[in-house]
């Protein structure tokens, strides 16, 4: 067996996005000089002025991660407690204990073949009277039906949150996907395409909302003398915004770099019989999170035994999202079946993905998958 030689040994399914250190030491710098490190200082600030036009959104509320973005979004849209939220059982933990943390129940719908995400015209056999949102996620940056989500929420009068984590600078028919629904979440944890090491955001068209999440963020503090809401501390850091206001100006080359990969990846899997690369709806642009492959029955292997593979050989592929969150011992019920999740599931294999990525680990990885390993 060859090891492949790279930081640690190992090559990981994404490698952080990492500005100039002096460039960093800049920033400090001026943060230290400035002797404000963090609720809502100048950097955060223009990060967030910043993003508005990056995402293109009205609205942006930055947020010290993902998760307690999602977490306040939830918590701004004010429903009742123990009513029931649609949501997707493919994606990470975060997005089903968001809904649970906020004293709602998670309702699994079934999944796309194609995209992966929720599958809208399975949402209404699941709306109860008790059904008050819909929760989706734009998974692998796959975009969500969002149409047909939308005449669903106008129909049955729920509310809509999208989890974006995946689709950072996603355009759908030209619009930033921040737009639709309710509240859109965002993480820029380091694993993602733009990162604030840990880090987050929400966007949303309704600007009465703007001063709710703010106040949440900041513990439902409205002034010195007055504390109105239940909030929580979301707030991101002046350092967390300088690595963004940096990162900011790295991405879209990370972008360009990352589709190269994707071409070739591309170029050379589509003519490997029994694999299938999810395709990005035309009228959607690509953030370029993830690539996602799946392992079809026809193929000479499974997904497990090709993840034992590449690990093998010190190339740390990931089985996103296994198991699903319908598996998790916290949400399991062996009553549910969902046709196109169960199968999926065993199938689906994330590939490193990112700009720095070495050709040589390119090409290793295009001969494991022709099942060349020595
Ligand atoms: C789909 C999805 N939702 C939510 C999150 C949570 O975001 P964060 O890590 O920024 O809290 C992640 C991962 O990081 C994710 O992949």
Redesign the pocket.
């Known amino acids: 067996m060859v090891n492949v030689k790279t930081q640690k040994n190992k090559v990981f399914v994404t490698s952080p996005l990492l500005p100039d250190l002096d460039d960093v030491a800049s920033q400090l710098k001026e943060i230290w000089a400035a002797k404000w490190i963090t609720n809502m200082g100048e950097k955060h600030n223009l990060l967030e002025s910043k993003l508005k036009d990056v995402l293109n959104v009205d609205n942006v509320c930055l947020f010290n991660?993902?998760?307690?973005?999602?977490l306040t979004a939830i918590k701004a849209l004010d429903i009742p407690i123990g009513s029931e939220v649609i949501t997707t059982p493919f994606?990470?933990a975060?997005?089903p204990h968001?809904i649970t943390w906020n004293g709602l129940k998670p309702v699994f719908c079934d999944i796309e073949p194609d995209t992966m995400t929720i599958d809208a015209n399975k949402i209404e056999a699941l709306i109860t009277p008790k059904t008050k949102l819909i929760l989706g996620?734009h998974?692998y940056g796959f975009p969500c039906n969002v149409k047909k989500i939308d005449e669903i929420a106008k129909k049955y009068n729920l509310k809509v949150i999208y989890?974006a984590?995946?689709a950072f600078s996603t355009e759908i028919e030209g619009k930033g996907i921040g737009n639709f629904g309710d509240i859109t979440?965002f993480?820029?944890?380091a694993?993602?395409l733009f990162n604030t090491v840990?880090?987050?955001c929400l966007t949303f068209n309704n600007s009465d909302l703007y001063k709710k999440i703010c106040n949440l963020r900041n513990f439902g503090i409205q002034n010195e003398e007055c504390v109105s809401d239940i909030g929580i501390n979301g707030k991101m850091n002046e350092i967390q915004a300088a690595i963004g206001l940096l990162n900011l100006n790295l991405f879209r080359d990370e972008q360009a770099k990352r589709k190269k990969i994707y071409d070739l990846y591309n170029s050379n899997i589509s003519l490997i019989k029994g694999i299938r690369i999810p395709k990005m709806p035309s009228n959607t642009t690509n953030s370029y999170q993830y690539y996602p492959i799946i392992i079809n029955d026809d193929y000479y292997t499974d997904r497990d035994d090709l993840y034992n593979r590449f690990k093998a050989i010190n190339i740390m592929t990931r089985k996103y999202f296994y198991p699903a969150c319908s598996d998790y011992a916290c949400y399991k019920d062996n009553s549910k079946h969902y046709e196109v999740l169960d199968d999926i599931k065993h199938r689906v294999l994330c590939l490193p993905f990112y700009g720095s990525l070495p050709c040589e680990v390119t090409d290793k990885i295009i001969r494991g998958l022709n099942g060349k390993f020595e």
Do not use: R, W
């Not at 991660?65 to 999602?70: D, H, P, R, V, Y």
């Open positions: 991660n993902g998760t307690i973005a999602l994606t990470f975060a997005t968001c996620v998974v989890d984590a995946h979440m993480s820029f944890h694993t993602k840990e880090g987050g």
